[in-house]
C-alpha cells in the first residue's frame, strides 16, 4: 500500500509562502491523481488542490490563485506552493489520492501567525 510523507510546513507571517513536499512509496504515483488536503483546527480535513496524471490541476475557491500543486513523477513527489498565506490557511496539510483515499501520512503542520 502507497505511503506518504509530507514535509516543509513550519510557522509563517501572514503574507509569507512555503512550500510543501509529499513522497510517496512504490511504483504507482504517476498513475494517481494526487490531493493536497488540509484540516484546520477542530474543523473537518478538506481537499483543496488536486493534480492529474498529465498535470492538469484544481483548486478550491478558497486558495485559487494563492497555491500552485505540482508534480514530479519520477521523483514520486508532489509539492505544494502556497503563498500569500492567510491566518485561516493554519492547518495540518496531507497529501494522498485525491479518489479513493489510502491510509493517511502524519501531515505537516502549517501556522500563519504573526
Known amino acids: 500500500q502507497v505511503q506518504f510523507v509530507e514535509s516543509g510546513g513550519g510557522l509563517v507571517q501572514p503574507g509569507g509562502s512555503l512550500k510543501l513536499s509529499c513522497a510517496a512509496s512504490?511504483?504507482?504515483?504517476?498513475?494517481?491523481?494526487i490531493g493536497w488536503y488540509r484540516q484546520p483546527p477542530g474543523k473537518q480535513r478538506e481537499l483543496v488542490a488536486h493534480?492529474?496524471?498529465?498535470?492538469?490541476?484544481n483548486y478550491a475557491d478558497s486558495v485559487k490563485g494563492r497555491f500552485t500543486i505540482d508534480r514530479d513523477n519520477a521523483k514520486n513527489t508532489a509539492y505544494l506552493q502556497m503563498n500569500s498565506l492567510k491566518p485561516e490557511d493554519t492547518a495540518i496539510y496531507y497529501c494522498?489520492?485525491?479518489?479513493?483515499?489510502?491510509?493517511w501520512g502524519r501531515g505537516t503542520q502549517v501556522t500563519v501567525s504573526s
Open positions: 494522498n489520492r485525491a479518489t479513493d483515499p489510502g491510509s
Open positions: 493534480i492529474t496524471r498529465s498535470g492538469s490541476t
Open positions: 512504490g511504483s504507482m504515483f504517476r498513475l494517481y491523481i
